[in-house]
């Protein structure tokens, strides 16, 4: 190939490129900028859907869970029990199956956590076939690993939720609203809702013995390691 061939070829190409027709230019610019739009749209979703503990691969896992292998999690649906649930994880510890739900915007242990965790040892326990005798909340950035156990008290706690939702929806009882200052603060229906409470308000006896009843149950140092 000599140089005169390459130098020829060359100023074809060049030729071609001026002929070339403006639309069609612009379709190749518009397809690039849309490629890198989508990709960066792409990027942003996945770091927003990592952040906010949606549909995690096991990769995604792993980069969460550095000191756990976690296991191909599971969409369970038990028809017997009612309930339904997709953990984050689940782990093999000592030859139980154990539930994990990564909480990366939380600073703190909140009840419906607990609750979710719960729901989710009753159903590893149906289609696993093992109780778990307990399930790893994974709480903020820094991955704050802790162990809920079990337990009997726990378990019942949540009876009494889902046994009020059941009762709620099958009988159409009415709402029992259990609302606090911080909580209605923060609530976007709290213009058309009847129960939200204000700064001056206080909480009913009836609320005030619940809120102490929760309290009781999760204030046990001894049930959960971190
Ligand atoms: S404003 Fe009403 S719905 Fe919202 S948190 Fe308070 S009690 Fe619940």
């Given at each position: 190939?000599?140089?005169?061939?390459?130098?020829?070829?060359?100023?074809?190409?060049?030729?071609?490129?001026?002929?070339?027709?403006?639309?069609?230019?612009?379709l190749c610019?518009i397809?690039?900028a849309?490629?890198?739009?989508?990709?960066a749209?792409?990027?942003?979703?996945?770091?927003?859907?990592?952040?906010?503990?949606?549909?995690?691969?096991?990769?995604?896992?792993?980069?969460?869970?550095?000191?756990?292998?976690?296991?191909?999690?599971?969409n369970?649906?038990?028809?017997?029990?009612?309930?339904?649930?997709?953990?984050?994880?689940?782990?093999?510890?000592?030859?139980?199956?154990?539930?994990?739900?990564?909480?990366?915007?939380?600073?703190?242990?909140?009840?419906?956590?607990?609750?979710?965790?719960?729901?989710?040892?009753?159903?590893?326990?149906?289609?696993?076939?093992?109780?778990?005798?307990?399930?790893?909340?994974?709480?903020?950035?820094?991955?704050?690993?802790?162990?809920?156990?079990?337990?009997?008290?726990?378990?019942?706690?949540l009876q009494?939720?889902?046994?009020?939702?059941r009762?709620?929806?099958?009988?159409?009882?009415?709402?029992?609203?259990?609302?606090?200052?911080?909580?209605?603060?923060?609530?976007n229906?709290?213009?058309?809702?009847?129960?939200?409470?204000?700064?001056?308000?206080?909480?009913?006896?009836?609320?005030?013995?619940?809120?102490?009843?929760?309290?009781?149950?999760?204030?046990?140092?001894?049930?959960?390691?971190h």
């Open positions: 190939m000599n140089y005169d061939y390459l130098r020829h070829h060359f100023l074809d190409l060049l030729v071609d490129i001026v002929n070339t027709d403006t639309n069609v230019v612009l610019i397809l690039v849309s490629i890198i739009v989508l990709d749209l792409s990027t942003y979703a996945k770091e927003k859907r990592i952040a906010a503990g949606v549909n995690r691969s096991i990769k995604e896992r792993k980069q969460i869970l550095p000191d756990l292998k976690p296991l191909s999690s599971r369970y649906v038990s028809d017997m029990q009612g309930l339904a649930g997709n953990p984050d994880g689940l782990v093999s510890e000592n030859g139980f199956i154990i539930p994990i739900e990564v909480k990366p915007l939380a600073k703190k242990i909140r009840d419906r956590y607990v609750a979710q965790l719960l729901v989710y040892m009753r159903l590893v326990e149906e289609f696993e076939g093992k109780k778990p005798p307990y399930g790893y909340l994974i709480l903020g950035k820094k991955a704050r690993k802790v162990k809920i156990y079990n337990s009997e008290k726990r378990q019942a706690w009494y939720y889902l046994d009020q939702m009762d709620f929806v099958d009988k159409n009882e009415p709402l029992k609203p259990l609302p606090s200052k911080s909580k209605c603060q923060r609530c229906v709290r213009h058309r809702c009847n129960f939200q409470m204000t700064e001056s308000a206080s909480l009913s006896p009836t609320h005030r013995s619940l809120k102490i009843a929760q309290s009781n149950e999760f204030s046990d140092p001894s049930d959960t390691t």
